[in-house]
């Protein structure tokens, strides 16, 4: 692989410009007695040929012209750096959301763990309510206790 930075929007537009796809492989056999079938050329789904072994000058017609035809050996070409490229890019993304998703599960296990304690202080715990009421049930007491120190010539 190259030190080349790719660009992806760049890349798809590259693939864009290029015959539409899937493209097939067309074999043809070489040789008279050992036959042996090789690549020839690539076709698109609709028949038009992407690229083929004889060269030359080519039709043009409507949908397929000699700027295409360059655009499709672009493709071909800049392609054998480019996959590596964005498949490491991936590969590379791909084990930061395994780190990521890792530490969301960190979290969530404090997160449960949070709210287990925060339900046991719940329990454990009074409305505003009702601690006001017993800090005024208390206050009450505590100046009646006063009160009868009072009157015995208790005072504290």
């Given at each position: 692989m190259t030190d080349k930075q790719r660009n992806w929007q760049e890349d798809m537009k590259m693939c864009h410009k290029a015959t539409p796809g899937p493209w097939v492989i067309v074999t043809d056999d070489f040789g008279e007695d050992d036959v042996c079938y090789v690549p020839t050329e690539?076709?698109?789904?609709?028949?038009?040929?992407?690229?083929?072994?004889?060269?030359?000058?080519?039709?043009?017609?409507?949908?397929?012209?000699?700027?295409?035809?360059?655009?499709n050996a672009r493709l071909i070409a800049e392609s054998r750096e480019a996959l590596p490229y964005w498949l490491q890019q991936y590969a590379a993304l791909e084990r930061e959301y395994e780190r990521f998703q890792k530490a969301a599960m960190g979290w969530n296990d404090d997160l449960t763990a949070a709210e287990k304690a925060y339900e046991g202080l719940q329990a454990n715990c009074v409305s505003r309510g009702e601690y006001e009421a017993t800090l005024k049930k208390l206050d009450e007491m505590t100046k009646a206790y006063h009160t009868l120190l009072q009157d015995k010539g208790n005072t504290p």
């Open positions: 690539l076709k698109s789904r609709n028949g038009m040929r992407v690229v083929s072994y004889e060269g030359g000058f080519v039709p043009i017609h409507d949908i397929w012209n000699a700027e295409q035809l360059y655009d």
